[in-house]
């Protein structure tokens, strides 16, 4: 009945009948993601929680505050021919409305609605406005007052922001058809192939987006041109053509060597990954399994030496971008949001492309610990960087417009604000990524509470997971046939399966396939989530003697609120000869609290072995790292000292 | 004969005959530092080779740099009245000729040379030139085709390069008295005050340096209003006047808050250095007790917390910064050569104001492990951030315009060059930091091999210090009263001192005094120099279960170049139940080599305990810290993990 099947199957092509309503859908591809439309969330899980969430709370956010900085209203200047100076915002400003757009097209598509229309319809006519008559959109560059069409190549984001315009008119064309925000898009691709076309100037953007853009734009237009630019886009980078300047390198945006010669990524940790997604588009188009392989090792050497134990990446401030490999602080990793958005994006693609388990495993752990740990309970502040230590408690959440949050508080915005709208496209397409057909096998990858109709299955998946391990399927309806095929999560030490009341069966990680089904059928899986110890690769200097605690597919932390008074968080290691215990949806372990040395005054803090005083063994609890912060600012660890 | 004495004397004020040749000469202070001229350093000695070095290679390896650049030009070009645009070199390139003509000062102070005074008088009219009838003097603003003065007071860096001009006048006054060069400062001085006086703008450069400039120029010229414009700046600093912007907060400006009210040295360190240097000053010659408590409690939070082994401050890339405390990764380790610098002037103005031996010993570590590890052997490449780890196996050393170094080889030349000449000016005036007249007493307080005249006493040191432990101080010449007080190292475990064959006597960290010496006495001193084990405090993260071996003054590290075949850096680990022993002018250690945990391919580096498999023990050898890279590019790490 059960069976562990291969970790993946190099095929690509098969066909299906049509467009799913998702961001990714390769022509032909053996693997077709799940459309949002045929997946219901259950308001009450964990996913479906925050999406309703982002609905009610977070487009509405995003809006007033773009509103409210002149971020829209900049369409409007350049429509009405303002040539008043100040234009305020960043150069990429317009690509926050864009990703605003996608996020409310396929909230439209999920469960349409007369006032999110009409929102939605009233900012497309004031993008739409802003256009030029050859199709250039931009409301920084290109009109009186500001600097001239495409004259900061390496800066300026004018091709990065059509990329997200695009992305926003493929989730309207998938969820919808054609409206005037695909029009728009359709005008802005147009003009993007006269200018940097097969005949145009042979430039790029400095940031990667407009590739993966109008890859899934030509796709589902079934529009070769804007393929073929996307793969002219892909095909320049890597020779150095962008001006560099200090600390802005080659390599900053992977200029440094074309794509198909990297073994790794390196550089601004967002551009990365956004082009490397593009890449495996047009690798698997091209049915170039070679560059398939090439794109799967750059992800695994990543993953392997360069990722945090919550799926983050970037390692670096200084440039947002990854590190050296095992260079991996817990206390200033970056990991911003956008990166776990865009690791998502590579992760996903890969998926389709390979059926590998490992990429729905990171994606996974993306989701849970990266992409949920951004926004605030309710949906209205955001965290930029995800470290995974806070060393000083910080000041107070400030309700304006933050740099970037780096003080251990979400930020209701930010001068650079990417993050926020990211978070709303990608909850908002959520869905998306928890099935898929494989082939004419309904595959399982998320557990997410809802219905889902794949592969001629509907069912309905009843789980309070990640915080408890059961999950049951009900079939409600099931195809003659094909099979069922559900993801054993990598950290999954003891996982059972059993169908409709039979003996349960021990599943490893991987997939488990179930076959036979008939509708009425009840698959129960049941994954082990009891919290456990998980040790860094001794090559990570920063974690060293240390360890976390991991419970399912959560990364926990500990918090200095929930220490008895007067134990400081640097002050506490963990007694590993004890186990973590269940407690809340976290865990509760045994701690020594230390003494710590005291240096003596006005010496480096560097001398004889630290006379370690053990004093009695107390229980601290640990709390889901993507609720940190949450209460009041506080310190935070991931990793914990052992004693 | 020899006794141990206080830590420090809190007395402030005594009288002094006249200024010293030396870059800080409070009035009246009770403690004065040995003029340039009162020593000979040995060039076979590790500082004489040094002061050599930077003579004969570094001084014009920086002027022909700036030479080519253009930075000399820029004087020309506004003495002319040049109206072309594209002006080379940052804002404040004017600031490194200043310091290339402070280190020229201070070396024809220390031995006249008919070349390098022509040089020197050449580069003096060529700025001179480019001084406006009204005082104000730069090539970055002010003059026709740049931005109008004063109009980017936070990092135009115009009072910045003039504190510069200013340290540079003062070195020329102290060792020849008025020249072209004082009368361009002295215009410049004056300039200032009217400018930004008692009645003029209320404004602060955010770049501190004019502060310490103004204070010392003042003092060398009795002239009370350099030194009340100086106490200004100060008072102004700290109360947020200086606009900000993301990234560039007011903390990395230090105008977060008053001086007075800071507990620790934060933001841009170089900045937060020099600042407190000049806040010594004014506390000192204010006789202001309190003050100089609270600088000595600031110095003493930033040693105890966010200090490196080497010494080396800075831990962040990002904005040049201090980090929190505890937050001292190895690898991302910023120590940016001119903060060692600037550490080296805030420590030397807080032992002159207490005595106190800390200071010393601080100045110490960094002269040894910061500012002798920028030059390469040869003094024509430099260190621009010195980590404690290179993980990657830098490239061939780039022999044009680094950005900055950050990549494990010295470059000649920075894009942002502030190092080279900061080391240059160091090396030229180093003998003044070896020894004081402490009312009376003469006082050794860093043992560099060559003649010494301080308190009336005339001494040669001779020893080949710090390889060597041993030094013999031989009495040339005694006053009739006034001890002889030595350093003893705080890293000493066990020190001897001797006088003319009698039998030696133990004496600990401290002070040492030997009194009623006579000419004809000889003094030995015998430091115990044997490697040793180092631990970092347990609240350093980044450096957990890791040791560093010290030999003395000296942090040792090892070099991939050093280690067997096959054997990779990351791979080895201290087995500290053998203890280290002298190799060379280093040490040796054994070590075994690692089994590193192979990660399953494409899964995140985190898991279940490592099973390390122990090879056998090997030796491998540890050279000083100074020397890295000086043979090839290398992987490179001070502290090593505890097997």
Redesign the interface.
Known sequence: MTITGPRKDATIHATHPRDAAAPVVPPGSRRVGVGIDEVHLDPSGFWGHRQHTNRRATLEHCRSWMEQLGWLENFDRVARGDRTTGRPGWQFSDSEVYKLLEAMAWELGRLPDDDLQQTYDTLVERVRAAQDADGYLNTAFGHPGLPARYSDMAMGHELYNIGHLLQAAVARLRTHGTDALVETAKRAADHVWAEFGEYGRPSICGHPEIEVGLMEFGRALKDDRYIRQAALFLERRGHGILPVR??L?AEYFQDDQPIRSATVLRGHAVRALYLSAAAVDAAVDDGDLDFVDTL?RQ??HT???R???T?GMGS???DEGF?????L????AYCETCAGVGSVMFAWRLYLATG?V?YA??IE?TLFNVIATSPSEDGRAFFYANPL?Q??RASAPDEGVN??AEGGSRAPWF??SCCPTNVARTFASLAAYSAADDDGDAVLLQYMAGRVAVAGYTMDVETQYPVDGRIRITVVEAPTSGRLRLRIP?WSAAASLAVSGRSPQQVGPGWAHVEDLVTGDVVDLDLDVAPRL?????????????V?VERGPLVLCVESTDLPPGVDL??IAIDTTSAPRIHGDGAEIDVRV?M??N?P??????????A?TARKRIPVSLIPYHRWAERWPTTMRV?L?VE
Chains 1, 2 share one sequence.
């Open positions: 200090p600390l390198s799967e992800w695994a993953v392997e030496r990722t945090y134990l799926g670096r401030h200084q590190g050296d490999d095992f260079e602080p817990a206390d200033r590998d490992r495993d990171l752990r230590q060393r000083v740099a970037r001068d650079v990598s998980t040790w860094p690769d001794p090559r990570i200097d920063a974690v060293r003697a240390s976390a640097q002050d230390r710590t040395r240096t005054p006005g010496r480096v803090p560097y001398g004889a072995p630290s370690t990793f000292p």
